[in-house]
């Protein structure tokens, strides 16, 4: 148990002295062998057991709670890596958590830790499929422990807030599960109007990205479309790729539901005049600029959304730079067919809830007609400031409708 605390303290510090500048280096190659090495699962087991034994030996070893917040803290660090939470779920995070809360008061008194996996981490890791198919296993086993010394902590409210949200992204992957959900697809021939079932289409048999409705179509998206560019490096990154083609299904599927849902709250932005100047002012720099309609998922697994300049905004990382390419190539394209939305999400491990590794990704949507972003463009470019604010809440309305 000694040693844990140990491994414990060293992970911490370690994890600090990695958010310097000089170690950024580090920070990508450390982590994933302590990863591998079993750090995740050894930590939670060790707190786990501890948080498992009753209040007398506890208060027998004097050490116990330190070496168990000491875990705590640490772990708390690693787990807004999806793959980290998935390792300590599997490896009992969810009763320790229970456990702990239960614990006297005096005894958790100043431990952040707990409160910040509850609102923040947990919830956050939602948007990965693989955790959330984990914490549809484990969940219905952690309600036999659930007692009332927990459901008098100050933390059961923070708890039953992170399992109803557990509970909707399990019903969105339960959907997705089901043979009888349909995907759609719209042909990536940008010329071509045809959309329909995923069933309908032809993948393009080198990155496997890109779909299309005939032969024809796939020709003159890879000649004149501009394919033959990109086509290699997709498939290169794809490969590479550390989200699995489920987990960005779920991904997709998660953030069309929130924009059917919540798209008034981007109506809500841009009754804003500072948001509406902001946007202008970023046209009127670069007319040929896009918009991109971001729903922010890092705070704690609900997401917000706003509206911005594509022109601000780069891919986060060589995997994405790629997609973006592509997806950017094709709604310059689109004649204003095809709208490119962003999920924002955590997914890396950081000692401070700043600095943790955020992860964009992107996403396009095809629609029949020009789409609500092609509306606000049109009236940056082309009306006048004095008129703007009622036309931007007229096409509002109406998008709101339609979607
Ligand atoms: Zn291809
Ligand atoms: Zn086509």
Same mark, same amino acid.
């Given at each position: 148990?000694?040693?844990?605390?140990?491994?414990?303290?060293?992970?911490?510090?370690?994890?600090?002295?990695?958010?310097?500048?000089?170690?950024?280096?580090?920070?990508?190659?450390?982590?994933?062998?302590?990863?591998?090495?079993?750090?995740?699962?050894?930590?939670?087991?060790?707190?786990?057991?501890?948080?498992?034994?009753?209040?007398?030996?506890?208060?027998?070893?004097?050490?116990?709670?330190?070496?168990?917040?000491?875990?705590?803290?640490?772990?708390?660090?690693?787990?807004?890596?999806?793959?980290?939470?998935?390792?300590?779920?599997?490896?009992?995070?969810?009763?320790?958590?229970?456990?702990?809360?239960?614990?006297?008061?005096?005894?958790?008194?100043?431990?952040?830790?707990?409160?910040?996996?509850?609102?923040?981490?947990?919830?956050?890791?939602?948007?990965?499929?693989?955790?959330?198919?984990?914490?549809?296993?484990?969940?219905?086993?952690?309600?036999?422990?659930?007692?009332?010394?927990?459901?008098?902590?100050?933390?059961?409210?923070?708890?039953?807030?992170?399992?109803?949200?557990?509970?909707?992204?399990?019903?969105?992957?339960?959907?997705?599960?089901?043979?009888?959900?349909?995907?759609?697809?719209?042909?990536?021939?940008?010329?071509?109007?045809?959309?329909?079932?995923?069933?309908?289409?032809?993948?393009?048999?080198?990155?496997?990205?890109?779909?299309?409705?005939?032969?024809?179509?796939?020709?003159?998206?890879?000649?004149?479309?501009?394919?033959?560019?990109?086509?290699?490096?997709?498939?290169?990154?794809?490969?590479?790729?550390?989200?699995?083609?489920?987990?960005?299904?779920?991904?997709?599927?998660?953030? *069309? +539901?929130?924009?059917?849902?919540? =798209?008034? !709250?981007?109506? /809500?932005? $841009?009754?804003?005049? %500072?948001?509406?100047?902001?946007?202008?002012?970023?046209?009127?720099?670069?007319?040929?600029?896009?918009?991109?309609?971001?729903?922010?998922?890092?705070?704690?697994?609900?997401?917000?959304?706003?509206?911005?300049?594509?022109?601000?905004?780069?891919?986060?990382?060589?995997?994405?730079?790629?997609?973006?390419?592509?997806?950017?190539? *094709? +709604?310059?394209?689109?004649?204003? =067919?095809? !709208?490119?939305? /962003?999920? $924002?999400?955590?997914? %890396?491990?950081?000692?401070?809830?700043?600095?943790?590794?955020?992860?964009?990704?992107?996403?396009?949507?095809?629609?029949?007609?020009?789409?609500?972003?092609?509306?606000?463009?049109?009236?940056?470019?082309?009306?006048?400031?004095?008129?703007?604010?009622?036309?931007?809440?007229?096409?509002?309305?109406?998008?709101?409708?339609?979607?």
């Amino acid at each position: 148990m000694f040693s844990f605390h140990y491994l414990a303290s060293f992970l911490g510090d370690l994890e600090y002295c990695d958010d310097s500048e000089h170690t950024m280096d580090r920070k990508f190659t450390l982590w994933p062998v302590l990863f591998a090495s079993g750090v995740v699962q050894s930590l939670t087991t060790a707190s786990r057991i501890i948080s498992e034994t009753n209040a007398r030996l506890q208060n027998e070893n004097a050490s116990f709670p330190a070496i168990h917040f000491q875990c705590l803290e640490t772990l708390h660090g690693l787990l807004t890596w999806h793959h980290a939470m998935l390792e300590s779920l599997r490896a009992g995070l969810l009763p320790l958590i229970v456990r702990t809360a239960s614990m006297p008061k005096e005894n958790t008194e100043g431990v952040d830790a707990l409160q910040t996996l509850l609102d923040h981490i947990l919830p956050g890791s939602t948007v990965s499929y693989t955790v959330v198919a984990e914490l549809k296993v484990q969940l219905p086993a952690v309600d036999s422990i659930i007692g009332p010394e927990f459901q008098n902590s100050r933390y059961a409210s923070s708890w039953e807030s992170f399992v109803s949200l557990a509970r909707r992204r399990i019903d969105l992957m339960d959907e997705m599960d089901t043979k009888a959900s349909v995907v759609f697809k719209a042909c990536d021939n940008m010329d071509c109007d045809t959309m329909g079932p995923k069933t309908n289409f032809k993948r393009c048999s080198n990155c496997r990205e890109a779909y299309y409705c005939s032969v024809d179509c796939q020709k003159i998206d890879w000649g004149s479309g501009g394919h033959r560019k990109r086509c290699h490096s997709i498939r290169t990154h794809s490969l590479k790729n550390d989200l699995d083609a489920k987990n960005r299904a779920f991904m997709r599927r998660l953030l *069309r +539901a929130d924009l059917v849902e919540r =798209r008034y !709250e981007e109506a /809500l932005s $841009l009754h804003d005049p %500072g948001c509406l100047f902001f946007l202008r002012d970023t046209m009127r720099r670069d007319p040929s600029d896009l918009l991109v309609t971001v729903l922010d998922y890092s705070a704690n697994g609900y997401p917000r959304m706003h509206i911005e300049g594509l022109a601000q905004l780069r891919a986060d990382d060589e995997r994405g730079a790629v997609y973006w390419e592509e997806h950017i190539a *094709r +709604a310059a394209r689109s004649r204003g =067919r095809m !709208e490119l939305h /962003l999920m $924002l999400v955590r997914d %890396g491990p950081g000692s401070d809830w700043v600095h943790r590794r955020k992860r964009w990704l992107m996403f396009p949507q095809r629609s029949e007609y020009p789409s609500f972003h092609h509306a606000l463009l049109q009236i940056f470019r082309h009306r006048e400031e004095t008129d703007e604010t009622e036309t931007v809440a007229q096409i509002m309305n109406s998008a709101v409708k339609i979607h």
